[in-house]
């Protein structure tokens, strides 16, 4: 089955990038529920270049979402010479989409040679000492959605046709280690309450039961959410270096006496969004300084 990312679809976003940036960007941020208003949080060094929404692309489908705008923002630093994408947005299986249509803004972006790329989103806690606001640095994940964007033909380049990875891809050691011990640092560092744990990617559109909420947490993971799994399975298919982070926007149903609502979650978020985006600037900061030095 493969991608649907046509040749066409691929050369019109690479011609975007060439345009907006002198160098092709070195990490690819997609931004979660409720993350829509955080980069009014970048460090000033961060200029900003061009942007593009999906629907603006050959062939791109866009996300119906709210506070999903789905679209590709770009932004240069002179002084490391460096560039980074955000994508405010994703598209998500629960819209009525495949997993290959699902991955489709990442994999546009690794197909372009963007090699490192950090996964946010909004999730429901299911530890106890877990509250709302809180950030959860994911360290691995559970796919639970019954889906896979690997699922038929091994994937293929549109321009080269050769197989992005492996038929059988291991999926061990899919999140960074060295980057989750780094951005847990940054975060505490501007004191923001984070814990690390496993994330479990269900389907949607549906919240969990309470005896769903309860058989999780007896499992021992650390966040349940509606996206993400998929994206981390196709870039570590692709070769790419992943971190993921999740902004607890409430606890698993059940765990307390609030009723679910996507409007509140989003308001949730966006009062600690902020803070993530900032770890996220300084850990990139860090580690391109690192690999100029």
Same mark, same amino acid.
């Given at each position: 089955m493969g991608y649907p990312i046509s040749n066409e679809t691929l050369t019109y976003y690479k011609n975007f990038l060439k345009k907006a940036s002198p160098v092709t960007p070195s990490f690819h941020v997609v931004l979660g529920? /409720?993350?829509?208003?955080?980069?009014?949080?970048?460090?000033?060094?961060?200029? %900003?270049?061009?942007?593009? %929404?999906?629907?603006?692309?050959?062939?791109?489908?866009? $996300? $119906?979402?709210?506070?999903?705008?789905?679209?590709?923002?770009?932004?240069?630093?002179?002084?490391?010479?460096?560039?980074?994408?955000?994508?405010?947005?994703?598209?998500? /299986?629960?819209? /009525?989409?495949?997993?290959?249509?699902?991955?489709?803004?990442? *994999?546009?972006?690794?197909?372009?040679?963007?090699?490192?790329f950090i996964l946010t989103n909004a999730a429901g806690g299911l530890l106890p000492h877990m509250h709302a606001g809180d950030a959860m640095v994911i360290t691995d994940h559970v796919n639970l959605t019954g889906q896979n964007p690997l699922i038929g033909t091994n994937p293929?380049?549109? %321009?080269?046709?050769?197989?992005?990875?492996?038929?059988? $891809?291991?999926?061990?050691?899919?999140?960074?280690?060295? #980057?989750?011990n780094q951005i847990r640092k940054i975060l505490n560092q501007l004191g923001h309450n984070t814990t690390e744990g496993v994330y479990l990617g269900l389907l949607g559109p549906s919240f969990e039961t309470h005896a769903e909420v309860r058989l999780f947490a007896s499992w021992g993971l650390g966040a349940v959410g *509606?996206?993400?799994? #998929?994206?981390?399975?196709? %870039?570590?298919?692709?070769?790419?270096k992943i971190a993921g982070i999740s902004l607890i926007s409430n606890l698993g149903a059940g765990l307390s006496s609030q009723s679910l609502n996507h409007e509140d979650i989003v308001q949730t978020c966006r009062l600690s969004a902020h803070t993530i985006v900032q770890s996220i600037d300084r850990f990139i900061k860090e580690v391109l300084t690192n690999e100029k030095n």
């Open positions: 529920s /409720g993350f829509g208003q955080a980069l009014s949080g970048l460090s000033p060094e961060w200029i %900003l270049k061009d942007q593009i %929404l999906f629907s603006d692309i050959p062939n791109m489908i866009s $996300t $119906t979402v709210a506070d999903h705008k789905g679209s590709f923002v770009v932004y240069y630093n002179e002084k490391l010479n460096r560039a980074i994408q955000f994508q405010t947005g994703r598209i998500h /299986g629960y819209e /009525g989409h495949s997993a290959q249509t699902v991955v489709t803004p990442v *994999m546009l972006a690794r197909l372009a040679q963007i090699e490192s293929t380049s549109p %321009l080269t046709q050769l197989e992005i990875g492996p038929r059988f $891809t291991d999926m061990g050691n899919c999140y960074h280690k060295a #980057w989750q *509606m996206s993400t799994v #998929w994206e981390a399975i196709a %870039l570590k298919h692709s070769g790419a």
